[in-house]
Nanobody, 129 residues
């Protein structure tokens, strides 16, 4: 299965912003829910934000409580790319960020990481002064 490819991570000071990109195979965003996940050192991977496919609740988004009001997920259907705009970053946002798509075309809760596939290699986000 073709993997998704993340980019855009980096080192940023607290309060700063980053935009992560996730390039997906053509039509992926049309048929699958795409999620952004974060894994901090020593912690399990957690769902941060998800966006539904164009064929199911077209672009409805979900955010983990810690991301609400600071992160915005969007997608470009033409280029099959998904973005995570992160504002007012905090040190606890530090981690490796991954994107993935659901294994099936049916939407699943963003918290169910086991139901996602085609994981990319991740992009590192470090929030530190």
């Amino acid at each position: 299965q073709a993997l998704l490819v993340e980019s855009g991570g980096g080192l940023v000071q607290p309060g700063g912003s980053l935009r992560l990109s996730c390039a997906a195979p053509k039509y992926t965003v049309d048929y699958y829910t795409i999620g952004w996940f974060r894994q901090a050192p020593g912690k399990e991977r957690e769902g941060v934000a998800c966006i539904t496919s164009s064929t199911s609740s077209d672009g409805a988004t979900y955010y983990v409580d810690s991301a609400k009001g600071r992160f915005t997920m969007s997608k470009d259907n033409v280029n099959s790319t998904v973005y995570l705009h992160m504002n007012n970053l905090k040190p606890e946002d530090t981690g490796t960020y991954y994107c993935a798509r659901t294994k099936e075309r049916t939407p699943v809760p963003c918290t169910r990481t086991r139901d996602f596939a085609a994981w990319g290699q991740g992009t590192q986000v470090t929030v530190s002064s």
